[in-house]
Antibody
């Protein structure tokens, strides 16, 4: 079964750094991109960016370029989303999803359960 | 960056049919935008329903279908069930690797 399992909820203070993870199971991690999606409290979904684990080619939405870093370690089939200095406005639930960029399945098909990040002083 | 627009809310009766739409600020939505549709219920992660305009996943109920309609992407629910009450999001691609979500449509089954 294809699954993406995300790390647990985080509570951090403004200015702190954070790295959350998304581990893939049940498929060849190197053959698909992995994407990250933000959902602020009570709001809609926002496409943040994607990474191709085989060569770490990364594409960001203009809204998130420079604000976060997406990375991956193909040896442990895990993708990451990190912040160097959190702000209160980063409070949200973050989802990872498998991103397919070819054929009839073009899109985000399998999603992680979400990681809630709370940034508060 | 393109803006993707959906109806904020729609109401449908059980057993009825409803169509949700997804428009782009850059012009007509085409198959090249690879429209995707997702369902999200409260407290849950989004679930993929439709990829690449009209392709269903193995878990997508048969009552859900996707199409292009009048320059927009469309999601049609035929024979709506109470459990279809949810927020539905579309996702369009504007380059091979740039996705933009719509604001979501809250579907009420009443």
């Amino acid at each position: 079964e294809v699954q993406l399992v995300q790390s647990g909820a985080e509570v951090k203070k403004p200015g702190e750094s954070l790295k959350i993870s998304c581990k893939a199971f049940g498929y060849d991690f190197t053959t698909s991109w992995i994407g990250w999606v933000r959902q602020m409290p009570g709001k809609g979904l926002e496409w943040m960016g994607i990474i191709y684990p085989i060569d770490s080619d990364t594409r960001y939405s203009p809204s998130f370029e420079g604000q976060v870093t997406i990375s991956a370690d193909k040896s442990i089939t895990t993708a990451y989303l990190q912040w160097s200095s959190l702000r209160a406005s980063d409070t949200a639930t973050y989802y990872c999803a498998r991103q397919i960029l070819y054929g009839a399945l073009y899109g985000m098909d399998v999603w992680g359960q979400g990681t809630t990040v709370t940034v508060s002083s | 960056q393109a803006v993707v627009t959906q109806e904020p809310s729609l109401t449908v009766s059980p057993g009825g049919t409803v169509t949700l739409t997804c428009a782009s600020s850059t012009g007509p939505v085409t198959r090249g935008n690879y429209p995707n549709w997702f369902q999200q219920k409260p407290g849950q992660a989004p679930r993929a329903l439709i990829s690449s305009t009209s392709n269903t996943h193995s878990w997508t109920p048969a009552r859900f279908s996707g199409s292009l309609l009048g320059g927009k992407a469309a999601l049609t629910l035929s024979g709506v069930q109470p459990e279809d009450e949810a927020v539905y999001y579309c996702l369009l691609y504007f380059a091979p690797t740039q996705g933009v979500f719509g604001g979501g449509t809250k579907l009420t089954v009443l």
